[in-house]
């Protein structure tokens, strides 16, 4: 199984300023996937991060607004930017593991933005 | 594109009872099918998840699912629910991705609630 670490667990940030969320692995993993979860919401999947290519975002995110980086095989960042209030939810990033398929969950960012 | 159904948002049930949570979901493929359990304020834990073989699955804190391939469900149980099985509950279909890796996508979950 991978272990997840995301920081920061929490933050509370200005309108119209930009954070970065890390994610850091175990382990190696090629994919690394980032889902949203609004308040009162479900899971929904942002974009996928291959080491080394760009991300492929999902229908209705745009790079502009949540660019990502994938420097090596246990680590990626996702940032928010130019937050708006709409933006505050649990931001999470998961990787899958090629030897049973399973995907594990980090425990998660809680961004509000006031 | 794959999609789930969870029809029931609430559902409330006596402490002791037995628990059935639907999912519908549809894919083009043999899916990959999760149920995961999110307590407040905590992150994802996978009760657990079919690929292949046995249709009925067995899980952690005693739940187990059912494939039903004809009927595109994967239905969560559990014989009898205890107080603090009460949390929202997210089934989920997964394409699996060459690179390695399950790209999820989550019905809109179902709040348990469990009456003493």
């Known amino acids: 199984s991978a272990v997840i670490s995301q920081k920061p667990s929490r933050d509370i940030c200005q309108r119209g300023t930009s954070l970065t969320i890390q994610c850091q692995v175990d382990s190696q993993v090629t994919m690394m996937f980032w889902y949203r979860q609004q308040p009162g919401q479900s899971l929904t999947l942002i974009a996928t991060a291959n080491q080394g290519s760009e991300a492929t975002y999902e229908s209705g995110f745009v790079i502009d607004k949540f660019p990502i980086s994938r420097p090596n095989l246990t680590f990626s960042t996702l940032t928010v930017s130019n937050m708006s209030p709409e933006d505050s939810s649990i931001y999470l990033c998961s990787v899958g593991d090629p030897l049973n398929t399973e995907a594990f969950f980090g425990q998660g960012t809680r961004l509000t933005v006031v | 594109a794959q999609s789930v159904t969870q029809p029931d948002i609430h559902i409330t049930v006596s402490e002791g009872a037995s628990l059935e949570l639907r999912c519908n979901y549809s894919y083009g493929a043999t899916p990959y099918l999760f149920w995961y359990v999110q307590s407040p304020g905590q992150g994802l834990q996978l009760l657990l998840k079919?690929?292949?073989?046995?249709?009925l699955v067995q899980g952690i804190k005693g739940f187990e699912a059912e494939f039903k391939r004809s009927q595109s469900s994967f239905n969560l149980r559990k014989p009898s629910v205890h107080w603090s099985d009460a949390a929202e509950y997210f089934c989920?279909?997964?394409?699996?991705?060459?690179?390695?890796?399950?790209?999820?996508?989550f019905g809109t979950g179902t709040q348990l609630k469990v009456e003493l």
């Open positions: 079919y690929f292949s073989g046995d249709t």
């Open positions: 989920a279909v997964g394409a699996w991705l060459t690179g390695g890796g399950n790209k999820l996508t």
